[in-house]
C-alpha cells in the first residue's frame, strides 16, 4: 500500500485504523495493530481516568510505534480525561459523539494531532471549521453508535471527499482489502475498523461475545435506540425488549430503564450473551473465526494487492 496523507500524518506504514471501542480495544488490541503497521486506538469510552493511565503506561512499553486514544465526548468526567491525556504525552487523539469545537484547540495546543468521527457531510464541514486534521467518515453499517440519518459507507464517502478537502478514513463495513480498496477508490485515503478488530484474540471482549458475533448471519444486527443514541445491536432478549417498547413509543428514559445499568460491559465484556447489550457492526456476519491482529493485518494488506489485481 503506498504512502499517502493519512499514513504521513500519523507517521505509520498502512493507512489502517483500529477504531477506538467500548470494552474491547485496551493496551493489548490497540499495541498489536501499532506493532503491525496500523494505528491502534485505545478506547477510552468504557476506562476510568485511572484505567486510562495504566493503559498509557502499559502501551508505552508495548510499542514504539505511533498509536492514539479514542475519546467520546459525552464522557462524564471529560475535563479530568483530556487532561490526563495531555498529561501523558499522547500525541494523537480521535474524539466522536459530539462536537469538536471545545477541545480541538486545547489538544492542539499541547501538539496532538486531532480526529473526529461524523456520519454525515454537514458535520463533516463543521469539523473542516473546528480545525481537526483528519476525519472518519462512519456508514450507518459501523458496529457501535451510530449516524441518526442511516448512511451508509458506500453512500456517504464520495459525498463527504466532496464536502472537504480534510484527509478522509473511510469507516463501517470494511474487513477485507477488496473493502479497503473500495474505500480508497471511492474518495477515502484511510479505513477504521471496528467489529474485525474487535473479533480478534487480542481484544479485551469475553470468548463469549466473540463466539456469538461470529456466529451471526445477515440480518442479525439492528440499529435501534435512536431516542438515546442509535446504536447497533445483536438480536437477543435485551433487543426484543428495546423493539417492543420503541414500537409502542417509548420515551428516553424507558429505553434507559430497560437497559438498565453497564448493559455494554455485561454484554461485550463479560459475556452475558442474553440481556447484554451486544454492539456489533454488519460485517460481523463475514467474519468467521477469532485470530491474532497480525494474521488480520497481513490478510488486509495482501488483500489489498490481490483486489488490484482482481480489477487491472
Ligand atoms: C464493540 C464496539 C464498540 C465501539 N465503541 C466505540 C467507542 O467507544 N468510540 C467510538 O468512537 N467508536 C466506537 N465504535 C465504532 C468503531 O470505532 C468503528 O468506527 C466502527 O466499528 C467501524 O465500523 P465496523 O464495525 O463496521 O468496522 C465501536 C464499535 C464496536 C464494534
Redesign the pocket.
Known sequence: MEKNRITELFGIKYPIV????????GWRLASAVSNAGGLG?L????MHPETLEENIAKMKEATDKPWGV???LMYPEIDRLMKLIIDSGVKIV????GSPKKFTPMLHEAGITVVH?VSSSKFARKCEEAGVDAI?A??F??????GREETT?MTLIPQVRRATSLPLIA?????SGEAILASMVLGAEG????????LTEESS?SEAFKQRCISTEEGDTMLCLKKIAPT?LIKNSLYDKVKEAEDGGASADDLRAILGKAA?KRG?FEGDIDSGEL??????SAIKAVRPVAEVMKELVDGVERAKEKIM
Do not use: D, K, Y
Open positions: 483500529q477504531g477506538g471501542m467500548v470494552w474491547c480495544s486506538l478506547g477510552a469510552g468504557s479514542n475519546v467520546p480521535f474524539t466522536s459523539a468521527v472518519v462512519e456508514g453499517e459501523a458496529g457501535g453508535h451510530n459507507t469507516a463501517g463495513g470494511i474487513a479505513v477504521q475498523i471496528g467489529t474485525l478488530f474487535a471482549a447497533r455494554s461485550i454492539e456489533i457492526g454488519q460485517i460481523a
